[in-house]
């Protein structure tokens, strides 16, 4: 029994639940937003996309074993731990995202299955070799961010050209860049060890710190132009947004001076907070008006 407990969960460790559970609740902010309820097919848009990125996932601990083993963070993952071979792990890959991408073919719209296949080409095609190669490769790989609310929303039936779903979309895609910036900070150390090409090479950490200061802003800024774009209707809601908003900035504003470790997790539980609060309002906001 015990056997098969470790099993499960090191094949459930291959998803990386957060970032799973993270991208398949943002696209069911974006159906709730097109539908205004809990229509038919929301569940089956939920889990299609949570199957879809789980895949994903372990698609991508797949494609970064050898890297994997070389960092503090990864070296304990199923893979380089010796849990689980490269071809358990693939088969496991392929499974979730054929039956994640079967499941939005047949219960939702032929548009949110190319999205959420499009979402993973693009970050198990594009953006994990692109890692390799260029620092920079955080650019077009916040486009990962930015799709899965999209999924959600064509869903529902929405039209992917609708002014609403782009901006939303877009405040996904600016938010992704200090996530990212955060997440070299906390570990850039790591990257450079494994051979990845790493910014914290090329900039001081106070000037990541103040590029991070710079897209967070851009971000609060976003949030903050939502209601004049008619995606949030209510005045409580938008004066939580700006409440937020102000508060996340103010935090980051001397943030660039400092060093410590501790800080920038703190930076990076708030900047993910935010979002949560954010997909909470919009879905709120959607549902109660």
């Given amino acids: 029994m015990a056997h098969l ?3 499960f969960i090191a094949y459930l460790r291959l998803t990386k639940p957060i970032i799973t559970l993270s991208v398949s609740f943002s696209a069911f ?12 097919g929301w569940f089956q848009a939920y889990m299609g996309v949570m199957l879809i990125a789980a895949g994903s996932s372990a698609l991508n601990q797949v494609q970064e074993a050898d890297f994997d083993k070389l960092m503090d963070r990864t070296r304990q993952r199923p893979i380089p731990s010796g849990e689980v071979s490269k071809r358990q792990a693939l088969a496991w890959a392929i499974l979730l995202s054929v039956a994640g991408a079967g499941l939005l073919w047949i219960t939702t719209t032929p548009m949110a299955t190319l999205l959420a296949i499009l979402t993973l080409l693009w970050y198990n095609g594009v953006y994990t070799p692109l890692k390799r190669i260029t620092p920079w490769a955080i650019l077009p790989g916040a486009l990962v961010g930015a799709i899965p609310p999209a999924i959600g929303w064509t869903a529902a039936g929405g039209a992917i050209s609708h ?3 782009i901006i939303v979309a877009f405040f996904f895609f600016i938010g992704q860049i200090p996530h990212f910036w955060l997440i070299l900070l906390r570990h850039g150390g790591d990257y ?11 900039f001081s950490h106070n000037q990541i710190s103040r590029l991070t200061f710079t897209w967070t802003l851009a971000t609060a ?3 903050i132009f939502l209601p004049f774009f008619g995606i949030i209707e209510s ?26 470790t501790r800080q920038v997790n703190r930076a990076f ?12 309002i919009i879905i709120l906001d959607s549902l109660l008006t």
């Fill in 5 to 7: 407990y470790r099993y």
């Fill in 29 to 40: 902010t974006g159906f709730i937003l097109f539908a205004g309820s809990f229509a038919s």
């Fill in 163 to 165: 002014p609403h779903i």
């Fill in 192 to 202: 450079e060890k494994a051979g990845f090409p790493s910014i914290t090479k090329k």
């Fill in 221 to 223: 800024i976003t949030a």
């Fill in 235 to 260: 005045a409580v809601f938008y004066t939580v947004i700006i409440i937020l908003s102000l508060a996340l900035t103010l935090s980051f504003i001397r943030w660039p001076g400092i060093q410590k």
């Fill in 269 to 280: 539980m708030l900047m993910n907070l935010y979002f949560l609060l954010m997909m909470i």
